[in-house]
């Protein structure tokens, strides 16, 4: 039972170059969402999709993009790194979150340094 | 504006001294209060939900309650394995049935043997 798998697991990019993250989920789920972590902010939310073709933004979007073609499946796409997008990046996945809010399970992250 | 606040950020306990960790929210129409545990180099693992004040949920050490304002893990006769980050985030009840999720900043457990 794989559940939110994320690659890679570490990155190195030069300011300007673009990268996609990867995030597949194996367990159905119809909400996925992307995070960053930075010490001392916390989780915070960049983007999230409620099911393929749906997406939405969050408190921090800019700079990222996303697309969702798959139910299993949500990238997150840099388009110019910037060294202020130094940080970890988790993506979580739930199932839909109705009267009875379901908690999101989350992947190992990717951890990514922009010089 | 949804708002966590966790405190202690920082606590450090020996072997069996039992303790808590705060979790200060506001938020516009609580729709659930969860509990995560972060484990270094690791994405956070689910530990509790919470729905509505006076709820109370057990996992072996680990107690969560909810009031209107605020949460508390009690960790009671806590081992070194429990060191661990402790994440807070609510939900609200947002526009829509998928709402926010908003995290705190956590609290860095370490049990000393």
């Known amino acids: 039972n794989a559940g939110v798998t994320q690659t890679p697991k570490f990155q190195v990019l030069k300011t300007g170059q673009s990268m996609t993250l990867q995030c597949a989920q194996d367990?159905?789920?119809?909400?996925m969402s992307w995070y960053r972590q930075d010490p001392g902010m916390g989780l915070r939310l960049i983007h999230y999709?409620?099911?393929?073709?749906?997406?939405d933004q969050g408190e921090v979007p800019n700079g990222y993009n996303v697309s969702r073609s798959t139910t299993e499946d949500f990238p997150l796409r840099l388009l110019s790194a910037a060294p202020s997008q130094t940080s970890v990046y988790f993506c979580?996945?739930?199932?839909?979150?109705?009267?009875?809010?379901?908690?999101?399970?989350f992947g190992d992250g990717t951890r990514l340094s922009i010089l | 504006e949804d708002q966590v606040t966790q405190s202690p950020e920082a606590l450090r306990l020996q072997e069996g001294e039992s303790s808590s960790l705060n979790c200060s929210y506001t938020?516009?129409?609580?729709?659930?209060l969860f509990w995560y545990r972060q484990d270094p180099g690791k994405g956070p693992e689910f530990l509790f939900t919470?729905?509505?004040a006076g709820e109370e949920k057990e996992k072996e050490r680990l107690k969560a309650t909810l009031t209107k304002k605020e949460s508390f893990l009690h960790i009671t006769a806590p081992k070194p394995e429990d060191s661990a980050t402790y994440l807070c985030?609510?939900?609200?009840?947002?526009?829509?049935?998928?709402?926010?999720?908003?995290f705190g900043q956590g609290t860095i457990l370490t049990v000393h043997p």
């Open positions: 985030a609510v939900r609200n009840a947002g526009g829509t049935s998928y709402g926010k999720l908003t």
């Open positions: 938020v516009s129409g609580l729709r659930g």
């Open positions: 979580a996945s739930s199932s839909w979150t109705g009267p009875g809010s379901q908690p999101q399970h």
């Open positions: 919470l729905y509505s």
């Open positions: 367990m159905n789920h119809e909400y």
């Open positions: 999709s409620v099911g393929a073709g749906i997406t």
